[in-house]
Structures are given as structure tokens and as C-alpha cells.
């Protein structure tokens, strides 16, 4: 059974931190490259950062030198370190493999940046 379970969202306030965590069933975290998406009220979702086949970090132009990835392998846990965070932050914050996603989804993490 698919397993995705995010956590660590809140309220921030711009210029703040946070850090998501995402559990993953061990059957997804050995096969795929992990990254997080975001989806912000009436957009698209998008991912934001992932690990690549290769086992490097790639990240979007939005959120590079403020986001980073990390992982624990034997916790099948991925890691969102969000800092400086700005408004346009605002979104639900989801894990998944990358960049090809599963149709499975977990519940997502909210994240809100206050200005």
C-alpha cells in the first residue's frame, strides 16, 4: 500500500523557517527519486525541489538558495528545509516521487507566510 505522510507546515511569518517531513512506504522511497510539490490556491502544482536519478538535488528558480532537500534512508523520510520564506511560499506542500509522480497522494502539509 502507497504511503505518503507530510507534516511540519504552519503559519510563518515572512522571512521565517520551516521544516517538512515526509514518510514514505519503504516500496516507494527504494524505486523513486522523492521530491516535494507545492500547490497554491487556484494554481497548478508544482515541484519545487527533488532528488534526481543520479542522486543529486535539483530545485526550482523559485525557491533555489532558500529550499533544501534532505533525506533520511533509514527512516524513509525526505526533508523540506525551507528558509526565508516569502508570501508566495503560500501553498499545500506535498512529497511524491519525481519528477514523474505517482497518482497516489498524501494529505499534504500547509504552509501559510504571512507578509
Known amino acids: 500500500q502507497v504511503q505518503l505522510v507530510e507534516s511540519g507546515g504552519g503559519l510563518v511569518q515572512a522571512g521565517g523557517s520551516l521544516r517538512l517531513s515526509c514518510a514514505a512506504s519503504r516500496s516507494i522511497f527504494v524505486i523513486n527519486a522523492m521530491g516535494w510539490y507545492r500547490q497554491a490556491p487556484g494554481k497548478r502544482r508544482e515541484l519545487v525541489a527533488h532528488?534526481?536519478?543520479?542522486?543529486?538535488?535539483a530545485y526550482a528558480d523559485s525557491v533555489r538558495g532558500r529550499f533544501t532537500i534532505s533525506r533520511d534512508n533509514a527512516k524513509n523520510t525526505i526533508y523540506l528545509q525551507m528558509n526565508s520564506l516569502k508570501a508566495e511560499d503560500t501553498a499545500v506542500y506535498y512529497c511524491?516521487?519525481?519528477?514523474?509522480?505517482?497518482?497516489?497522494w498524501g494529505q499534504g502539509t500547509q504552509v501559510t507566510v504571512s507578509s
Open positions: 532528488y534526481t536519478s543520479g542522486g543529486s538535488s
Open positions: 511524491n516521487a519525481a519528477p514523474y509522480p505517482m497518482n497516489a
